[in-house]
């Protein structure tokens, strides 16, 4: 029996995943400005995200097509997209300039008082 199915409209766009990944980026730059540890509160998406895309490329018969379809570039462009953004707000929280001469100058981190948990 010979399955023909489109395989391009099940998967979601290079644009619109790295749109998605920017969107969780900011927010979790947002949180990690506050503690840069909570930058990390989207990592689980992120890997979930990548978990997934591996396993549907090594999924029998579906895995082939899509790489017939799309090739590796939209792989590519699919981890890049969504893993690049989320990458860039943890160096920013993580490797930010905590320097006493960025507190006087009114970093963002100093406006708002710490949140104890």
């Known amino acids: 029996m010979l399955l023909l199915a489109e395989i391009a409209d099940k998967m ?3 644009a619109g995943t790295t ?3 920017c969107v969780i980026g900011l927010i979790s ?3 990690g400005l506050v503690r840069r540890w ?5 990592a689980p998406v992120i890997v979930f995200y990548d978990w997934a895309l591996w396993s549907e490329l ?3 018969g579906f895995g082939q097509l899509i790489i017939d379809e799309f090739g590796w570039g939209w792989i590519i462009g699919q981890l890049v997209g969504w893993n ?3 990458s860039v ?3 920013i929280a993580l490797l930010g300039d905590r320097s006493p001469s960025a507190a006087r100058s ?3 981190a100093d406006r708002f008082p710490p949140v104890r948990l």
């Open 58 to 60: 090594h999924e029998p």
């Open 29 to 31: 730059l947002g949180f």
């Open 38 to 42: 909570l930058v990390l509160l989207a």
């Open 106 to 108: 009114g970093a963002i």
């Open 89 to 91: 707000s943890i160096a």
């Open 12 to 14: 979601p766009s290079l």
């Open 84 to 86: 690049v953004p989320y």
């Open 19 to 21: 749109v998605v990944a």
